[in-house]
């Protein structure tokens, strides 16, 4: 990891977004390298939303620049972000349950004979590929026109980063993938974060409440409260209470823990 | 126990099915088995009083003729339920199709009656200010295809507009729709009352008539084109001339078929006139045997026995019968409209006539020519429809349109182009179905598809189209048109009871599939 570590794969450079008069993010700079999994952190409202749409092509920063392998890059929408190697794996992940795996996984970018909507699909290589890309980061389907609906939330979520993954991704963002899934399940998505980790030439950005998580799975941190960057190291540099103090904002836990007492 | 924790994979989860069990997970195994017992009451009702049979095909409902009528409606229904029902997959309604029938009707049939022509108000000044008219364009004598072509210009326009309304502004396509069913219901009417009454246009009818029989317009030798009831019609002497020209071959083919014919109508005659002649003899039995008269009994049973009547003579074949099958079996000159209009496998049903025997009236002449083309139409589309939803790169859009329209369009699915095609589709379907029925009977009325496209929705519902979308198969739509159009039929039959209640067996069928269809649905979402 440290090898890769020379040049960011992307990096964000004061990064200023304003929506009218309320300053969202005010000058975030950020480092994220292959192989890494890099864990965005912070409070409801600390603009960690408003950095990812920026970085995904949402809408452009007020100021600042992005950059993806030392090239400054610009994105009119979220199609350029993908074309230039962002993907985004959304909370919602963007599947339609009531269709098939494969149908999933190629949604809107289906192999057909020949480039027509009208072409007929090529279903067979797609069910091969689809299969292939998921048990590379570790889910076996058994059924490839199983709808989607029938999988399990870490199923979905497998399904959704691989999707991006084959896709072009050299850049994954993940969108509290934990969030609303059992113990068991975010377990199974931590797995699959480790195995996208391992595969050594992709960055994954991973937004989390869950300070657990992060510290299970990430190699660097970066911290945001109020728009800003209050604290950012590897794994190492960051002991235990400065990840939770951090997380609530820069409060002492011990603070916290009197104000409670009271 | 010790290791199963461990080996045990999340896809283990999932059973593997049984092919029976995959059967029955059909999302269309419900609609079938309605529709076959649908099709076992039909056969079973419409067999005549007082006989009994167990197959189906004896009865009235499933002769040649009951075959050609029931297709005809259960095939119309189909081509507009595709329409509404793959729209009703990408998320979105179309209430104007009933409307969008009788207005691409009202369309073609003017165009081919008063011709075609753009005409551009101005204002004038010459004399006062007044609206004055310079015409464009103005074509008379329109061919079939040239109306369609204009018709088609103006409802594909139509569902374009719709669509885009839809998609722009975020309105529910019901509501616009709706407007869609008032404003060309209202345009048909007050079209055909000003073009059929000129100068006041509050009075005409709201119907076309005296429209030619354009698909049976035939190019007669030595008589050039004409309709081909007009050239049966010829003076003796022309159709005595036209059968003395024809080949000689040609002539014993048809005299072979025309002695056939007519021998099976003398037969069936003969039959007619000895039941005649017996069924009072029987009737008379019947009260000998009842009051005890053995004596009279006797004597009635012989005179059955002995009842003999002079066979009737069957027809001889002349010049211009000759002529006239001949000149039925010319070919259309209009092969447009007769695509539309005329009729189909013919060949077929001449051979379930002629060697098969079983095409056969009550007095012995052939029952029905032949299938509605609209039954090949609606196979054709059927088949298009079903390749494009199941197995082109449109259908996975259409399915993840209407399953998840925001998954759709993060994975760059150009939703709106897709709904808007689909409105463009079911309008194309209601203006099929016109033509279907504009070149069949030659007429046109504003009153035609009225409530057509709640019939198509319900037959896509019966058939297993979730309303919320993105689920759904064109072999169901296809079953619940079927199911429509013959629980229509079938109930007709049943003794005794008032042929209406084909309406409450469907009431009760449309909220029972639905019920299914949202099962199914939430089975696979994983809500249940």
């Known amino acids: 990891m440290s090898a890769a570590a020379t040049t960011p794969l992307i990096e964000t450079r004061s990064l200023v977004k304003k929506f009218g008069s309320f300053t969202a993010l005010n000058g975030v700079s950020l480092r994220v390298y292959s192989g890494e999994v890099h864990a965005l952190l912070g409070d409801n409202g600390a603009g960690k939303s408003t950095l990812i749409k920026i970085l995904s092509g949402v809408f452009p920063p007020t100021s600042g620049e992005i950059t993806v392998e030392g090239k400054v890059v610009s994105f009119a929408s979220p199609r350029n972000a993908t074309d230039a190697g962002i993907g985004t794996v959304y909370q919602d992940l963007a599947l339609n349950p009531l269709t098939s795996v494969t149908r999933n996984f190629f949604l809107g970018r289906e192999l057909t004979r020949f480039k027509s909507p009208f072409g007929l699909l090529k279903m067979n290589e797609m069910h091969e590929i689809a299969m292939q890309e998921m048990k590379k980061i570790g889910i076996t389907i058994s059924d490839p026109e199983q709808a989607v609906g029938t999988m399990s939330g870490g199923q979905r979520q497998t399904l959704a980063i691989a999707r991006a993954i084959y896709f072009g991704a050299k850049v994954l963002i993940l969108d509290e993938p934990t969030s609303a899934l059992g113990q068991k399940q975010q377990m199974e998505v931590l797995k699959t974060i480790r195995r996208v980790q391992q595969l050594g030439n992709i960055a994954i950005i991973l937004i989390t409440h869950n300070e657990i998580h992060a510290r299970l799975i990430a190699d660097r941190f970066t911290f945001l409260s109020l728009g800003e960057v209050i604290g950012e190291g590897t794994a190492k540099d960051l002991e235990g209470d400065d990840i939770k103090r951090l997380m609530a904002g820069g409060a002492k836990i011990g603070d916290l823990a009197k104000e409670l007492a009271v | ?528």
């Open chain 2, 1 to 528: 126990m010790k290791n199963s924790a461990t080996t045990r994979q999340e896809s283990d989860r999932l059973e593997t099915k049984s092919w029976l069990n995959a059967v029955l997970a059909r999302p269309e195994i419900g609609p079938i088995g309605v529709m076959l017992l649908l099709f076992g009451m039909l056969g079973y009702f419409s067999i005549p009083a007082g006989e009994f049979s167990l197959n189906p095909f004896a009865g009235e409902g499933f002769n040649a003729l009951g075959i050609r009528n029931n297709l005809r409606v259960i095939s119309q229904l189909g081509i507009i339920a595709l329409g509404a029902g793959l729209l009703i997959i990408a998320g979105e309604f179309d209430l104007s199709i009933g409307s969008m029938i009788g207005f691409a009707g009202a369309c073609m049939a003017m165009i081919l009656r008063w011709g075609f022509a753009i005409v551009i108000p101005y204002l004038s000044f010459d004399g006062g200010m007044h609206i004055e008219f310079f015409t464009l364009v103005h074509i008379t004598d329109v061919s079939a295809l040239t109306a369609i072509g204009i018709t088609m210009c103006f409802t594909l326009f139509f569902g374009w507009l719709q669509g885009y309304i839809v998609v722009k502004s975020g309105l529910p396509s019901f509501i616009v729709t709706l407007g869609g069913l008032f404003f060309l219901r209202g345009l048909t009417e007050v079209s055909l009352r000003a073009f059929n009454h000129r100068p006041d246009q509050t009075k005409g009818a709201t119907t076309v008539t005296e429209i030619p029989d354009i698909k049976n317009i035939i190019e007669v030798p030595g008589y050039g084109e004409m309709e081909r009831e007009a050239a049966k019609a010829l003076p003796e002497a022309d159709l005595t001339a036209i059968a003395n020209s024809l080949p000689a071959d040609t002539i014993a083919a048809i005299t072979e078929r025309l002695e056939y014919t007519y021998n099976r109508v003398a037969e069936a005659k003969t039959e007619i006139l000895i039941a005649k002649g017996v069924k009072p003899m029987e009737r008379a039995l019947e009260n000998a045997l009842a009051s005890g008269n053995d004596y009279m009994a006797n004597i009635i049973q012989d005179k059955i026995a002995n009842f003999k009547i002079e066979p009737v003579v069957a027809k001889t074949v002349t010049d211009t019968d000759i002529a006239r099958v001949y000149l039925d079996s010319i070919t259309t000159a209009r092969p447009v409209a007769n695509f539309f209009g005329g009729d189909i496998l013919e060949p077929v049903f001449d051979w379930l006539y002629f060697p098969v025997d079983w095409n056969t009236n009550n007095f012995g002449n052939q029952f029905a020519p032949g299938l509605y083309s609209c039954v090949m139409i609606w196979v054709l589309l059927s088949i298009l429809c079903y390749i494009v939803l199941s197995k082109t790169q449109a259908g996975n859009w259409i399915y993840s349109t209407g399953g998840n329209l925001n998954a759709a369009k993060a994975n760059g699915v150009p939703t709106n182009k897709v709904k808007i095609s689909l409105f463009i589709f079911s309008a194309f379907c209601a203006t099929i179905f016109a033509a279907c029925q504009v070149f069949e009977v030659n007429t046109a009325d504003a009153a035609k598809g009225n409530l057509k496209e709640l019939e198509a929705i319900a037959a896509a519902v019966i058939g297993g189209i979730v309303m919320t979308g993105g689920f759904g198969t064109i072999m169901g739509i296809i079953v619940g048109a079927f199911i429509f159009g013959i629980a229509k039929e079938a109930f007709f039959y049943i003794p005794g009871i008032d042929g209406s209640f084909y309406r409450v067996f469907l009431g009760l069928v449309i909220v029972a599939s639905a019920l299914l269809n949202e099962n199914i649905r939430k089975r696979i979402m994983g809500t249940l």
